[in-house]
């Protein structure tokens, strides 16, 4: 299996503020790779697709890029609704695994 | 607009199975792969398998094999986990996930079920 590696697990920012998520694979992943956002008692929503398509909807201040072994989510400028979790997923192969997630909180 | 609505929380004793349907409407359910993840309280997202509606062939997370079955029926637009041999372990939030490989050939998950709450307890 893949295993994913999430890094900080955990992050404190201001709003306003530009933050960065990095995932790492144990092994190359090419470009399969997406990000989630999670709030509290809800299900996960796609962000980032194929590691820097953003999905409809998604403002533009979330970017993301990357390839092989290593991505970034990066938020432009932090906004209040941002703090949630963060979870990168590899597409590449099953089972389809998943970091162990950001948790992003205000400073 | 695509939805798809799981039922509702259950709460099972060890050893038994349990069923969570996952109801998609706003598509043509046949053209997209489903994947059903899960979430343990308070921890993080575990793929468990993924089931092509159009053929229903399977794929299961080898941590899953032989206790975990996906099935789906297209004359509802439903498709369905269920999970035997429960032990605690297994009380966990599970969702249904729509595969975008679809829309643009890489697979993501873009629509999420609300998610349906499994307690295994005795």
Same mark, same amino acid.
């Given at each position: ?13 201001s =709003?306003?503020? !530009?933050v960065?998520?990095? $995932?790492?694979? %144990?092994q ?19 962000l ?5 398509n953003?999905q409809?909807?998604?403002?533009? !201040?979330?970017s &993301?890029s990357?390839?092989?072994?290593? $991505? ?15 979870? $990168?997923?590899?597409?590449?192969s ?12 205000? #400073? | 607009? =695509?939805?798809?609505?799981q039922?509702?929380?259950? =709460?099972? #004793?060890?050893?038994?199975s ?7 409407s ?5 053209s997209y792969?489903?994947h ?5 309280? &308070?921890?993080g ?7 092509n ?11 899953f094999?032989? !206790?975990?079955?996906?099935? !789906?029926?297209?004359?509802t637009s ?5 999970? %035997?041999?429960?032990?605690?372990e ?5 969702? $249904? ?8 050939g ?7 079920g609300? &998610? ?7």
């Amino acid at each position: 299996d893949i295993q994913m590696t999430q890094s900080p697990s955990s992050l404190s920012a201001s =709003v306003g503020d !530009r933050v960065t998520i990095a $995932c790492r694979a %144990s092994q190359s992943i090419s470009r399969y790779l997406n990000w989630y956002q999670q709030k509290p008692g809800k299900a996960p929503k796609l962000l980032i697709y194929a590691a820097s398509n953003l999905q409809s909807g998604v403002p533009s !201040r979330f970017s &993301g890029s990357g390839s092989g072994t290593d $991505c970034t989510l990066t938020i432009s400028s932090l906004q209040p609704e941002d703090f949630a979790t963060y979870y $990168c997923q590899q597409s590449y192969s099953t089972p389809y695994t998943f970091g162990q997630g950001t948790k992003l909180e205000i #400073k | 607009q =695509v939805q798809l609505v799981q039922s509702g929380a259950e =709460v099972k #004793k060890p050893g038994a199975s349990v069923k969570v349907s996952c109801k998609a409407s706003g598509y043509t359910f046949t053209s997209y792969f489903m994947h059903w993840v899960r979430q343990a309280p &308070g921890q993080g997202l575990e793929w468990m398998g993924i089931i092509n509606p159009s053929g229903s062939s399977t794929t299961y997370a080898q941590k899953f094999q032989g !206790r975990v079955t996906m099935t !789906r029926d297209t004359s509802t637009s439903t498709v369905y986990m269920e999970l %035997s041999s429960l032990r605690s372990e297994d009380t966990a939030v599970y969702y $249904c996930a729509r595969d975008a490989r679809m829309i643009w050939g890489v697979t993501s998950f873009d629509y999420w079920g609300q &998610g349906s709450l499994v307690t295994v307890s005795s």
